[in-house]
């Protein structure tokens, strides 16, 4: 049986001080090294596309003249 991994391997440097604390982590909450990295880098990334389309959608809505929490419940309201 062949096993195909849907992982890529990469090499990091870090300062030691974060490398100590990342040890202490891994070893308080079970997990692997590996795990909390890629845990970290995952909520940066979403967190990296949550505020492109925060940005995105504020234009939108200035575009359409929508700036306050009256203006979108106006509008949900209006839709009911």
Known sequence: MIIIRNVQSISITIPNGLAIRLDKLQKEEMKTCSGIITE????????????????????????KKIVTEDDVNKIIHGLR
């Open 40 to 63: 970290a880098i995952k909520e940066h990334v979403d967190w990296q596309q949550y505020k492109k389309l925060q940005k995105e959608l504020t234009l939108m809505a200035r575009a």
